[in-house]
Antibody
Framework: QVQLVQSGAEVKKPGASVKVSCKASGYTFTNYDINWVRQATGQGLEWMGWMNPNSGNTGYAQKFQGRVTITRNTSISTAYMELSSLRSGDTAVYFC???????????????WGQGTLVTVSS | DIVMTQSPDSLAVSLGERAAINCKSSQTVLDSSNYKNYLAWYQQKPGQPPKLLIYWASTRESGVPDRFSGSGSGTDFTLTISSLQAEDVAVYYCQQHYSTPFTFGPGTKVDIK
C-alpha cells in the first residue's frame, strides 16, 4: 500500500534551517508529485510547494519563495523540504502529500505522510 | 490567489442525521474545456493527517463510504454526510486544486449532538 513516512520532530532556533524528509513506498516514486503542506497548532492547512520527482521541477507558494527548497533522492524514493530563516511563526506540523494528476495536469492529494512537528524557539 | 471560505465553522448533528458543509471559492474552479470542477474535500481527525474524501467536486475517493457526497459547480460547493456516524467526528476542509497556490478553506468541525 502507498505509504509516506516522514522524519521525526525537530526543535530549531530562530534563524536556523530545517530539513524534513518524506520516504515513499508502495508505488513508483517518480510517477507522482510530492507536495508539502503545513499546519500550525489548531489552525488550517497551508500549501507550500510541489515537486515532480521525475524531472526535479518545483513550484513554490509566493509566501515561501526564497525560503523553501524541495528536493529528492530518487535512488531511495525520498523527498525533502528545507525551510530556512526560521521564525516562531514557522512552528507547525509539516506534511508531505502525494499529488495525483489528471489529464489537465492538475493534481489532488491522495496520500499524506504522518506529519513532522517543527518547533522554532529560542 | 483563490480564497476559500466555509460555513458553518462548526456543527453538531445527531447520529444518523444529515450534515452539510458549504464551501465557496473567490473565483471559479470550473475548467470549461473538460467540465471538471477542481474542488477537493478532506477529513482530518485529531492527531492525524488529512484524508482525501472527494475530488473533482463530486468523485468519491476509493474506499470512502457512500454516505459522503460532494456537489456544486463554479464557486459554490457542498459536502454532505447523509447519515452521520460516530467515526465521522472530524474537521473537514475544502481545497481548490484548480491553480497554484492550492488553497484550503478554514475548516468545519463536525461533532455529535
Amino acid at each position: 500500500q502507498v505509504q509516506l513516512v516522514q522524519s521525526g520532530a525537530e526543535v530549531k532556533k530562530p534563524g536556523a534551517s530545517v530539513k524534513v524528509s518524506c520516504k515513499a513506498s508502495g508505488y513508483t516514486f517518480t510517477n507522482y508529485d510530492i507536495n508539502w503542506v503545513r499546519q500550525a497548532t489548531g489552525q488550517g492547512l497551508e500549501w507550500m510547494g510541489w515537486m515532480n520527482p521525475n524531472s526535479g521541477n518545483t513550484g513554490y507558494a509566493q509566501k515561501f519563495q526564497g525560503r523553501v527548497t524541495i528536493t529528492r533522492n530518487t535512488s531511495i524514493s525520498t523527498a525533502y523540504m528545507e525551510l530556512s530563516s526560521l521564525r516562531s511563526g514557522d512552528t507547525a506540523v509539516y506534511f508531505c502529500a502525494r499529488g495525483r494528476r489528471d489529464s489537465s495536469g492538475r493534481e489532488y492529494f491522495d496520500s499524506w505522510g504522518q506529519g513532522t512537528l517543527v518547533t522554532v524557539s529560542s | 490567489d483563490i480564497v476559500m471560505t466555509q460555513s458553518p465553522d462548526s456543527l453538531a448533528v445527531s447520529l444518523g442525521e444529515r450534515a452539510a458543509i458549504n464551501c465557496k471559492s473567490s473565483q471559479t474552479v470550473l475548467d470549461s474545456s473538460n467540465y471538471k470542477n477542481y474542488l477537493a474535500w478532506y477529513q482530518q481527525k485529531p492527531g492525524q493527517p488529512p484524508k482525501l474524501l472527494i475530488y473533482w467536486a463530486s468523485t468519491r475517493e476509493s474506499g470512502v463510504p457512500d454516505r459522503f457526497s460532494g456537489s456544486g459547480s463554479g464557486t459554490d460547493f457542498t459536502l454532505t454526510i447523509s447519515s452521520l456516524q460516530a467515526e465521522d467526528v472530524a474537521v473537514y476542509y475544502c481545497q481548490q486544486h484548480y491553480s497554484t497556490p492550492f488553497t484550503f478553506g478554514p475548516g468545519t468541525k463536525v461533532d455529535i449532538k
